[in-house]
């Protein structure tokens, strides 16, 4: 497949869905996972190299050369926590391969109050995901994938449910240098008894490139339903065999979507900062610090371990 044939097929991947608008609902679906891909501001589109990819490119699940194993924690304000859990196995062709996912964005407990705001009994609220993804190589470039997600969200007993696709490509221009592109979240609304709200469609553009120990990524996002655009940008600098420290930096639309809109966050807030550790030969553990200004800051741990490889 020659290099104008990726590019424009990549592009109709983009321009498939332009006809979605509006605003949206259950935000959780475009946080992101792992500590790693945090630490880096959030941008790994064309560089998740583990089980991660049945999030942020499931396309690139077709480069894995073993089973793998992946679990993220992080713990917002206001008691939010998100966890995400996530297997992928390449089939033996090492061309193909599937994966699955679990994500929980829990809410806590909140106290519930009646129409004359009077206290009553608390409550919980709580949105999950559950996806099937498989990524494909068409040649040692270009791999295409697809996720299918089914999404719930509760808050108390009121609940919604619905599915979601993501359609994404991949392509190494070389070894150092890899793009990816990619349409996310598409589905229709989640109807509640006397609400509905709509899935955060997004378009998104991934570039990563390699230069010695240090590499730098980059991810433009384009929420095709509320218009807004975000920018991610990160690096990891590799100080050792089994060591990595990593920062980047993140727009204020990708930040408003955990701090709510707030205007009082100082000129740190879109900095994040991190490391990472390999442990023997199969298995990393990374951390991510992300300041919230007067928010404070969250704190994001994950685990990935590999069973075996080629």
Do not use: C
Not at 123 to 130: T, Y
Not at 146 to 159: N, R, V
Not at 172 to 195: H, Q, R
């Amino acid at each position: 497949m020659s290099r104008k044939s990726v590019v424009l097929l990549m592009a109709f991947i983009l321009s498939s869905s332009l006809s979605f608008a509006q605003n949206t609902g259950v935000p959780f679906l475009s946080l992101g996972v792992g500590a790693r891909a945090q630490a880096m501001g959030g941008a790994l589109m064309a560089n998740a190299n583990d089980a991660s990819a049945t999030y942020w490119n499931p396309a690139l699940l077709s480069r894995l050369d073993s089973s793998q194993a992946f679990a993220y924690y992080s713990r917002f304000v206001s008691d939010f926590s998100y966890s995400y859990f996530s297997f992928a196995h390449p089939f033996s062709s090492h061309k193909s391969a599937i994966g699955v996912s679990y994500g929980r964005f829990s809410k806590g407990t909140l106290q519930g109050r009646d129409e004359n705001g009077t206290q009553t009994q608390d409550f919980s609220a709580s949105d999950n995901s559950v996806s099937l993804s498989y990524g494909h190589s068409l040649n040692d470039q270009f791999s295409l994938g697809l996720s299918a997600k089914f999404i719930q969200s509760g808050i108390d007993t009121a609940k919604a449910s619905g599915m979601a696709l993501d359609f994404s490509g991949a392509y190494s221009l070389s070894p150092k240098t890899k793009l990816a592109a990619g349409v996310f979240n598409l589905g229709p609304s989640l109807k509640y008894e006397n609400e509905s709200v709509q899935l955060p469609a997004t378009m998104a553009l991934g570039a990563s490139h390699k230069i010695s120990f240090i590499t730098f990524t980059s991810d433009l996002k384009y929420g095709m339903k509320d218009q807004k655009t975000s920018l991610a940008f990160g690096g990891q600098l590799d100080i050792s065999n089994f060591a990595s420290v990593r920062s980047g930096y993140t727009s204020q639309f990708a930040r408003n979507k955990v701090s709510g809109g707030s205007s009082s966050l100082d000129a740190f807030s879109g900095m994040a900062m991190g490391l990472g550790l390999k442990l023997a030969s199969r298995a990393a553990l990374d951390y991510a610090f992300l300041p919230m200004g007067e928010l404070g800051g969250t704190h994001h741990i994950s685990f990935s371990y590999k069973f075996g490889g080629r």
